[in-house]
Each structure stands twice: as C-alpha cells, then as structure tokens.
C-alpha cells in the first residue's frame, strides 16, 4: 500500500502553525472542517466545538470511532506585574525549563496578537546570581512583551487582560532524512494521519468494515476531549503519540501500540488484533506501557462507556518538550489505521 504523506506533512505544517491552544481552537477547527470538505467527507460538529467527519462502512449497524486532538499545551494570562511583564497559568501539563526562551503569542479579547518572549524573571547571568540554577515554575517564569512597557497599565493600555490566551512557538522543520521537530507533534501529527487516511479511503473508492468517525478533539490536554460517542459504538481508537525516551518501547520510525496506560489497560482483543495487523502487513510497530499518560479512549471509559479501546500513534521523543518524530513513523501510523478499517 501506497501512503501520500507529501499531503500528511504538508497539511502537519499548516495546522501546526495554527496556534491552538485548548479553549481557543476555533481557527484550527475551522481549517479543519475545510479540510473535511475538501475531501468530499461528511462532517458534523459538536456544540462545544469538536467536529467528526464519517466514512459509511459496508456494516452500518456497528461503528468506530477514532480520536485524535488538534488542541495542544499553552496558557493563560494569571496576571500583569507591575513591571509590565505577564505571569501565565498554564494550560495542560509541562514543564516550564521546556518553554523557556519560547516566543509567546498573546491574543486579547479583540483577537489582537502581540507576540513577547517567556524567561525567568532573573534571565541574565550578567546580573543574577542564580541565573544559571534558578527553578522554573510559574512563580518565575514572566513574559517579556514586545512592545514598549514597563508597568501594569502600560500594558492593559495595550488591551492586554488577565484571561488572555498564551500560544507557544511550534518551529517546525522537515530534514531530509525524514525526522519532524517541532513541537505539537502530540497530536496534530496524528490529526494529519487522520485526514491522510480518509483522503486514501476516498480516492481508492474504499469503503472501511464499519462505519467510521474521524472525530477531531479541542481539549484533550486538559481531559475532557472526547464527548461524542454514538450508540453504536464498538471500538474507539485514540490515535495519540507514543512515547519515546528513557525506558519506553517506543521509537520514532515505528507505530506504538499501546498495552497500557497510567488509567487502564486497553482492551487485549484489540490489542491482539493491531499486531496481528502489523505482523500480517509488515508495518513496523513496538508495543509500550505509557507511564504519566492519559488518552482520551481510556478517559472515555472511566465514563462508563460500554466499548473496547486502543491506543496507537508514531512514536514522539522529548513528548510536551521541543518533541520530534520520523516520517516513518507517521507512515507505520497511517498504514496500521487503514488496514485495521479494512478487516473484520
Ligand atoms: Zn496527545
């Protein structure tokens, strides 16, 4: 099988470069939904703002659903000091030492963007001390706006206010040797695969087992992502990253299957079933247990819900850091999902 990810990387590198922050995903969102109908794929969109686009399968009466999330890790306005400079709360969990440098967008409640840098409050080794071993935490880390103010009501001049969405910087590269860098891989790379793998049931004419939905999540990062599940449902798939470094399995040229995760185990048939698939077909793939790891299939069925889950996706290194990932791995992803669609 043949998989286009010339479109994957492409479509990657234009959302990515969407900033999307969870609770402030409409323009991403709204690219999508172009994107669904770009494609010809039949699409709703919920009322908090997630939207699924669905492939009839040849078995109507049973469905699939497979998740991925176009939200990623950011924050909030917490506060302007009196240096003019901002505090953040922020929005899903990372650690800050991963965001310091970073160019920040922040977007006021007229839309406007002023873009600023995050540092420690003691950045310099020229003047502090500590510059060299000082903690980050949000107690310490600023934003350097800029733009000329060095008080709390130069900046609200600006029409800067508590609450204000914080985006972060992607910098996204390809290299020639098929390694992605960039940060958001988790999951915009999955939401590219999504579409790739619709685009490829669409122009071979294929249509998948069971009726599928392609459901694109706007706040997994703070765990209330998935909350559409028809009633028919068999099996949801999160299609998230697997996770690379230290002990883990995972590698960036391969598909992870996950056995676990740090809520539940996933369903083992489904879990037999994936690498038999993988076998069959050849696709690379490591098994792994995620450690602080939570997807939105797992969240799904501490809701009570009554359907067996999975979770799979390319394997990321340095995960909610500057992460990267490899070409291959998003084509092991791509491949796995569609074979998966096809069999019985
Ligand atoms: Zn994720």
Redesign the pocket.
Known sequence: MEVNTDYTLGFLEEIINIKSPSGDTKEVMDRIREEFQSLGVDFKKTKKGASYGILEGENTDESILLTA?VDTLGAVVKEIKSNGRLRMAPIGGFSWGAMEGETAYIKNIEDKVYTGTILPDEASVHIFDNAKDSKKTPETMEVRIDEETSSEEETRALGIEVGDFIAFEPRFKVLDNGYIKSRFL??KS?VASMFTIMKHFKENNLKPKYTTYFYIADY??IGHGLYFIPDNIKEIIAV??GTVGGSQRSDEKQVTIFAKDSVTPYDLELKKKLVNICKEKEIPYRIDVAHRYG?DASVALTQGNDVRIGCIGPGVDATHHYERTHKEGLESTIKLVIEYLLAD
């Open positions: 999330h988790d999951d999955c997994e990062e998230d990253i997807s």
